[in-house]
């Protein structure tokens, strides 16, 4: 990053830290570059005991998953897993609890921080079908047939399986006046 995205100005290196970082030198603008994250979300929706997989597809190669991805930066987090189930699947679906999150480190290669939170969602409606642009098949499996399944990215099988055993993840608090800003939703762990 070359110039500063409030103001324009050139940036210049400074420490701040314990490394250098891109800073904007005009006073009363302060802009510092600490790097680039973006936030996807993952859902396992259920229906009683089946879940949902969609299958993708690049060139030269076929695998299922669970649906899902980027939230975008004005968009509630929750929000977005609705839309990606919806999207992707045509299954209306609501976000219930977090089953948990990845958290990936930039790299050399790819010096972008990632997070990937897991929903659970319940199926409420719709009719399963592809968007035929990301999604190529879209199923409910049984979750007896899932080990069977073939080609499911291991990172789901991971969320399906903390989502079909754990009783219960992080749920949204409750608004409450001075907690949350416009925009802000808080997890927590379930109970008191
Ligand atoms: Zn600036």
Redesign the pocket.
């Known amino acids: 990053m070359n110039f500063?995205p409030?103001?324009g100005?050139s940036l210049i290196s400074r420490p701040e830290g314990g490394r250098p970082r891109p800073m904007?030198p005009?006073e009363g603008?302060g802009?510092t570059y600490y790097g680039d994250a973006s936030i996807g979300t993952g859902a396992v929706v259920t229906r009683g005991d089946e879940v949902l997989l969609i299958e993708r597809r690049v060139p030269g190669r076929t695998w299922w998953q669970i649906p899902g991805g980027f939230v975008e930066v004005d968009e509630l987090i929750h929000d977005a897993i609705e839309r990606e189930v919806l999207e992707e699947t045509g299954v209306v679906a609501r976000a219930v609890d977090v089953v948990g999150f990845r958290h990936a480190a930039g790299v050399p290669d790819r010096p972008v921080a990632n997070i990937y939170v897991v929903f659970r969602l319940l199926a409420e409606g719709g009719s399963p079908r592809p968007d035929l642009e990301e999604t190529f098949d879209v199923q409910f499996v049984h979750r007896d047939r899932l080990a069977d399944w073939p080609g499911v990215a291991a990172l789901s099988l991971w969320a399906i399986d903390a989502a079909l055993t754990a009783p219960a993840g992080l749920t949204i608090e409750a608004a409450r006046d001075g907690l949350q800003r416009p925009g802000h939703t808080i997890f927590r762990l379930p109970g008191a």
């Open positions: 500063c409030r103001c100005t904007c005009v603008c802009f």
